[in-house]
């Protein structure tokens, strides 16, 4: 069955860095679209990144230029790299998957909390 774990959260103060793993399983990784999804508190879900099956990335507006999402399909990893943190980036993160499309997503990880302090 489709399994998708995240880790690597933390708190951390306004201007450093985290670096989020979601390790998958159950599925062949390269063929789906993967996105990094988070929800901060009294707030509703939003996407954060995502990156298609060609490799394409598409970034939510306030975090282009600090976020980075990437994959390994060897390891079935996906990564999203975190630079100048905010204290507006404070939220739980969710790792998503879909099958080839990136409309809606029908698999997703627990989350991992990330906190930024000013």
């Known amino acids: 069955q489709v399994q998708l774990v995240e880790s690597g959260g933390g708190s951390v103060q306004a201007g450093g860095s985290l670096r989020l793993s979601c390790a998958a399983s159950?599925?062949?990784?390269?063929?789906?679209?993967m996105g990094w999804f988070r929800q901060a508190p009294g707030k509703e879900r939003e996407r954060v990144a995502i990156?298609?099956?060609?490799?394409?990335?598409i970034y939510e507006d306030s975090v282009k230029g600090r976020f980075t999402i990437s994959q390994d399909n060897a390891k079935n990893t996906l990564y999203l790299q975190m630079n100048s943190l905010k204290p507006e980036d404070t939220g739980l993160y969710y790792c998503?998957?879909?099958?080839?499309?990136?409309?809606?997503?029908?698999?997703w990880g627990k989350g991992t909390l990330v906190s930024i302090s000013s």
């Open positions: 990156i298609t099956i060609s490799g394409s990335t």
């Open positions: 998503a998957a879909n099958y080839v499309t990136c409309r809606m997503m029908d698999y």
């Open positions: 159950g599925f062949t990784f390269s063929v789906y679209c």
